[in-house]
Structure formats: C-alpha cells, structure tokens
C-alpha cells in the first residue's frame, strides 16, 4: 500500500546537501535525519504550515534517491522541488537504460523507470520490461521482481507471474512468489 502522493527521483548528481538546501530556502523543518528503515536513509522534512511532509529517500537496495510527498500542497511542493533540483522523467530513465554500461547502471535505470514511467503500459516501457524478463542475467530478471514491489501495476505482475512459472532459476522464482503472496495479502494490482 502506498503511503505517499507522489513520488520524485532525483537525478543522481543531486546531493543531500542540494536537498537539505532546497529545504531550507523553503523553510521546511526538519522532523527527522538518517532513519535507516530497510537499507535506506530518510530524512524527513514538514513544510512550515506543517501540512505536507517530504520525505528524502537515499534507497540503496536499488541505487536511486527519490523525494516523496503527501499532504495537502503537494502540487505546489513538487512544482517548488522541480524548479530547483533536476528530477528524472521517464524519457530520463529510457535513456539511461539505452547508455547503460554495465549491470549496475542497467538496474538502476530498470528501477527508474519503474518508479518515473507515467504509464507502464506505454510501448518502449514494456518493450524495456519484456527484455529484461527474458535476459539471460537472473539479476536483470530479478529486477523485474524487485520493480513490480515498488509499483504492482498489472503490466509489471504479469511479468512476475511468467518469471515465478517459467524462470529456469530458482531465487527468481521464489522471490516472484514471494512477491505475488504479498501483493494478494496485501491488496496491490
């Protein structure tokens, strides 16, 4: 279940420091700094009339720090945040995937545009799933898994499905089970 509005990935030569910055021009307080929760890094910031709360999340299981928002001005924080800090758009995220060198930077950009795609359903984003379903690195597929646990849209759970039916490894295929219980016990896609 997701707890927040919006979500924010920053762009990765964005700082803590650009953030807390940005926080500071904007007279956000500060509620709380360094949680660890899960392999991330939180910080928290509520804006003065304290009705919106940003969160900054340093997500290191999948390499990427995002901001996210709920409250009442949450239109007004994102415009607030984009004018100033560069945040990644799905174009952003394709791109990054096409350029990947390596593994890593290949990850990183199959959870960034997880997490930035306005809609999975869109042609080059599930082409980039699809391949990544069927590469023959079980962590690429595996990520596949990890991305559908942060967003369970249908097209993503499909996928899931296939790699927990027909996955010729075994970790991904119990992690995509694993993924599926969770999702039904807890009512995503």
């Known amino acids: 279940m997701v707890s927040f509005e919006k ?40 804006t003065d009339d304290g009705k919106t709360e940003i969160h900054r999340v340093e997500d290191r299981p999948i390499g990427l720090t995002y901001l996210t928002l709920r409250g009442a ?12 800090l560069r945040v990644w758009a799905q174009s952003d995220a394709l791109a990054a995937l096409h350029d990947a060198d390596g593994r890593d930077e290949r ?34 597929r595996q990520a596949v898994v990890v991305a559908a646990g942060y967003r369970p849209d249908t097209v993503l759970v499909e996928l899931v499905v296939e790699l927990r039916e027909s996955d010729p490894v075994s970790f991904v295929r119990e992690n995509a089970d694993i993924l599926l219980k969770g999702i039904r016990l807890h009512g995503g896609e």
């Not at 001005?73 to 100033?84: I, N």
């Not at 199959?110 to 023959?136: H, I, K, P, Q, W």
Request: aromatic share 6%.
């Open 7 to 46: 979500r924010l990935v920053l762009g990765p030569e964005v700082s803590r420091d650009d953030v807390e910055d940005l926080a500071w021009d904007l007279d956000w307080n500060i509620h709380e700094l360094g949680e660890e929760e899960a392999g991330a890094r939180i910080d928290i910031w509520r």
């Open 73 to 84: 001005a949450v239109t007004m924080t994102e415009q607030q945040v984009r004018s100033v």
């Open 107 to 140: 990850l990183r950009g199959l959870y960034a545009l997880a997490l930035t795609a306005d809609d999975l359903r869109d042609g080059a984003v599930v082409n980039e799933f699809r391949a990544a379903a069927s590469d023959l690195d079980p962590g690429i």
